[in-house]
């Protein structure tokens, strides 16, 4: 078999790999390997063609994978409305059990229902919001 059918494959199975990880370091191996499958097409010998892959791969993986990486990475989305309130903590306004009561939630009052219903929370409790289900606050007690 001919040494550019041998870096062809090698490229071949390194993209579909890439495609399985999204690291960009085997798509920009897979791309050295193409480089050096052209080199062996040229018939340059195999100690030739490995300096090829080695200075190729080195160039794509400090030069062009940071670059990618800079682009694939999205900053983390802001929570807006009522979404921003999952996670934050309440004060009981008025006892919270499974049907009903009140909460305040930074400085705005809110109904809520107890996430679990067989729990009772008395005035005064602290309570971490589990989920917002319309206009009502499901909590759950601190501990």
Known sequence: MDEWVIWII???VLGVAELFTVTAS???LGVAALLTALTAAVGLPVPVQLVVFAI????GLLVVRPIAMRHIRQPQLQRFGVEALV???GYVVSEVTGRDGRVRIGGEEWSARAYDES????TGATVDIIEIEGATALVYPRE
């Open 26 to 28: 085997l798509g920009v």
């Open 10 to 12: 090698l490229a071949v």
């Open 56 to 59: 190729a791969s080195a160039a």
């Open 119 to 122: 729990l009772v929370i008395p």
């Open 87 to 89: 996670g934050k903590s």
